[in-house]
């Protein structure tokens, strides 16, 4: 039977969604374990205090990622899809995704510059926080919705790779002294302004795709469009990243540099959920308007060896613990190593609750996940700011626990209860 599963997820009908997530799965590994090489040179060179500063700021910029990035990752990606055989159809909507992202930068640039007039720690490390800026900029350049949509991601990665090689360089080159701090955000801005520029470039040269002057209709019909997966999006952002950033405002920078090392080790691993999330998308999409059965038989068939996978490495953290911090940090960590236990099975937990939001959405069910998601985000918040007052770093790995089984727990039964045509176990 596991040899029949095994076989289902690499067979030739899944070739696509197997292409398409060594692809993702390159770019978000990239992403995180590039600069997860540089955290024991960092921590060794700046120490933990500054380090905690870099991770708070790196912590606010995923929220206003977020907001540029709107909804696009799913709505620009089934548009480009459609239409990726009418060249003049993708120029339109490449230039409006584009022009509608560049507004929502300029709304995060406000948003960045008042929450560090507001906060006092912030205000005095303010060139961490705009150095950052450019990671926003960058990602507000980068079109994966569009290579998504044209199912040619080989681009993408390349451009990704050559960046944060670039970036991982730099720190290794120009960080030799405390004080050198502040220069971190800025090489990780260079990096992403490249990989987006590179990617641009790529899209203009290779794909033909013209830049057209975007009507006021067509941006509010990209706003449109994206509202419900912005809010969901929003909510999942806020859920995963409010944990640190609300930590970074009551607990010293030396504990919340001791907690962002694992999680962003765990947070490494739930980007090969993201990957694996992305990359069946349009094929669950297709085989919703064939038959919910082929929708159960898929997951079925690519589903399961994936969480077996996630099991193993979940329990691989858990086990070696201690060797994964000191070879992370080149000391035994004692508090880190602690936390790295706590959350180590955080991404499988994460991945449980994949199926059934991958349902919702290919049935276009947008209240029902925006549902759940909404009261999720709400939930952390409530749980962080009680629990970190009282247990610091460890109410913090608490909140993100409960966190994590009440959006997997309401995801399932909001598809059990409210949506059972769609459900997974009749």
């Not at 339109?92 to 929450?115: E, N, P, W």
């Not at 701090?181 to 800025?186: C, S």
């Not at 790529?202 to 209709?217: A, H, M, Q």
């Not at 937990?349 to 985000?377: D, S, W």
């Amino acid at each position: 039977m596991k040899t029949d599963i095994f076989t289902k997820f690499f067979s030739k009908e899944n070739k696509t969604v197997l292409n398409s997530f060594v692809s993702l799965g390159l770019i978000q590994l990239t992403n995180l374990i590039l600069p997860l090489v540089t955290i024991p040179y960092l921590v060794k060179v700046v120490g933990f205090e500054k380090y905690g500063i870099i991770a708070i700021a790196q912590s606010l910029s995923n929220y206003l990622v977020i907001i540029s990035e709107y909804g696009f990752n799913l709505s620009a990606t089934r548009e480009i899809s459609i239409h990726r055989r009418n060249k003049k159809k993708v120029s339109k909507i490449l230039s409006s995704v584009l022009a509608t992202k560049g507004i929502l930068c300029l709304l995060s640039f406000f948003i960045l510059v008042s929450v560090v007039a507001i906060v006092p720690q912030f205000r005095q490390e303010q060139e961490v926080f705009y150095f950052m800026f450019g990671s926003i900029v960058g990602q507000c350049l980068m079109p994966i919705w569009f290579f998504q949509g044209v199912e040619n991601m080989k681009y993408l990665t390349y451009s990704n790779l050559i960046s944060k090689i670039l970036f991982t360089l730099l720190i290794f080159v120009v960080i030799n002294s405390p004080e050198d701090y502040i220069y971190v955000t800025l090489f990780q801005s260079l990096g992403n302004l490249l990989a987006g520029g590179v990617a641009l470039l790529v899209v203009v040269l290779y794909f033909k795709v013209r830049f057209t002057i975007p009507s006021v209709k067509a941006i509010g019909k990209q706003l449109r469009d994206g509202w419900y997966i912005f809010i969901s999006n929003f909510s999942i952002i806020s859920y995963n990243n409010s944990n640190l950033f609300i930590l970074g405002l009551f607990a010293d920078p030396v504990i919340v540099g001791y907690y962002s090392i694992p999680e962003k080790i765990t947070f490494a691993v739930r980007q090969v959920n993201g990957a694996f999330s992305n990359a069946i998308y349009p094929k669950i999409c297709f085989l919703a308007t064939q038959s919910h059965q082929e929708v159960k038989h898929f997951f079925k068939g690519v589903f399961l060896p994936f969480a077996f996978f996630i099991f193993l490495v979940c329990a691989g953290l858990f086990a070696f613990s201690d060797e994964i911090i000191y070879l992370i940090s080149n000391e035994y960590i004692a508090e880190a190593s602690f936390f790295l236990k706590v959350l180590s099975f955080v991404p499988f937990i994460v991945l449980l609750g994949n199926p059934p939001y991958q349902i919702l959405l290919a049935y276009n069910e947008k209240q029902g996940y925006m549902r759940i998601l909404f009261l999720t985000a709400v939930v952390n918040l409530i749980l962080n700011f009680v629990l970190v007052q009282h247990y610091s770093a460890l109410g913090t790995s608490f909140a993100l626990i409960l966190t994590e089984v009440f959006v997997t727990l309401g995801f399932l039964l909001t598809l059990e209860r409210f949506y059972p045509k769609y459900s997974l176990v009749k």
